[in-house]
């Protein structure tokens, strides 16, 4: 097989593709890259069992057709070190060669026919949800999915597809964050989708996809691009049963000042004091020995009584971060009680700091 291409598209690709390797063991054929033409375009793809990603391209110059494979992370560190030119990719027996003008690299290649297999979309069911909404509200829990719960499927984000909605589901046990998009589903259908795949998709996907499902898999794919990631298997908490029935107190409050304020606290502590009055909003640091952060921002909230509340910090700016507009609301019932913070069909639910 011989193929060459620009050195800009091979490592545009080969980056893409990293996060899609076994980075433990170089000895597994999932260490490495596949490359094999058809139809006169070059298809790239890398998988560790778990996530793959395959990669269409029509920007290589395809002398001779077959397939290889080859480590990704070398390969990767090889086309870095090249000069911005046509790279060359050749192979002979079980070694591919990488030339540029006088420049040469051996690496060893595995048996390409014994690459694991990608799963098919033949007659799986498609999901038909707005793709960028589904993108932008994956993007707003991100933050909230845990990354090491010994309960599997907290380490993902439920899809959860309902009728007249869908609720985008993330939690790491100290907060919960909910995004809804509203709309007539006829299919009623949960996932539970890793919090690295998630992370891979806002990466990727930014036009039009289709998106793919079985008991094991979601795919999705558009024109350039095949991914597809191994479902959770476990059933996500009864996330519902923890949004407060009623609320006693609604503030809104303006997004620009809450977060400079808090990140001025931030410097000394990130567990804050926040005192509502009727007035103004007093911001106090939560730290040991005599080490003190103080700050207030003037504003009326419609509060009579002085209320306190205690949180850490990041949680709250982890919601503002991913939040569109000017203001917010704070939503609350009693200091020891979780509240919540909302913009439109977006919530995050914080468990509160008691002492």
Request: charged share 25%; with cysteine.
């Amino acid at each position: 097989m011989k193929i060459k291409a620009p050195k800009q598209i091979i490592e545009s690709i080969l980056i893409n593709l990293q996060p899609f390797l076994e980075k433990k063991d170089a000895t597994q054929i999932t260490s490495h890259i596949l490359f094999r033409t058809e139809a006169e375009k070059c298809i790239v793809k890398a998988t560790d069992n778990e996530i793959g990603l395959s990669i269409v391209s029509d920007q290589f110059v395809i002398e001779n057709e077959g397939e290889f494979t080859a480590n990704g992370k070398k390969l990767l560190d090889i086309v870095r070190i090249l000069k911005e030119d046509e790279i060359v990719l050749e192979t002979h027996d079980d070694i591919l060669t990488i030339k540029q003008k006088q420049s040469k690299f051996k690496l060893p290649t595995f048996d390409a026919s014994t690459y694991p297999s990608f799963p098919k979309t033949d007659d799986k069911p498609e999901i038909t949800l707005d793709s960028f909404a589904l993108i932008q509200n994956l993007k707003k829990i991100s933050p909230a999915i845990d990354t090491n719960n010994p309960k599997y499927e907290l380490n993902g984000a439920l899809i959860n597809i309902k009728n007249d909605r869908t609720d985008l589901v993330g939690t790491d046990t100290r907060r919960l964050a909910i995004a809804t998009i509203l709309g007539h589903n006829d299919t009623q259908l949960s996932l539970i989708i890793p919090k690295k795949a998630i992370i891979e998709i806002q990466k990727l996907f930014l036009d039009q996809i289709h998106i793919y499902y079985d008991q094991t898999n979601l795919i999705i794919r558009n024109e350039n691009y095949y991914f597809y990631t191994r479902l959770i298997n476990g059933k996500y908490p009864d996330y519902e049963r923890i949004v407060p029935a009623s609320i006693k107190h609604i503030v809104v409050l303006p997004k620009k000042e809450m977060m400079e304020a808090i990140k001025m606290i931030t410097t000394i502590s990130h567990e804050i004091k926040m005192t509502i009055m009727s007035h103004a909003i007093l911001f106090h640091s939560l730290s040991a020995d005599n080490i003190e952060a103080k700050t207030e921002i003037e504003i009326d909230t419609g509060i009579e009584e002085k209320f306190e509340i205690s949180f850490n910090s990041k949680y709250l700016l982890d919601f503002i971060a991913q939040t569109e507009q000017g203001t917010f609301e704070m939503q609350f019932n009693e200091s020891t009680l979780p509240f919540v913070v909302k913009e439109n069909n977006f919530i995050t639910i914080i468990m509160p700091i008691v002492a």
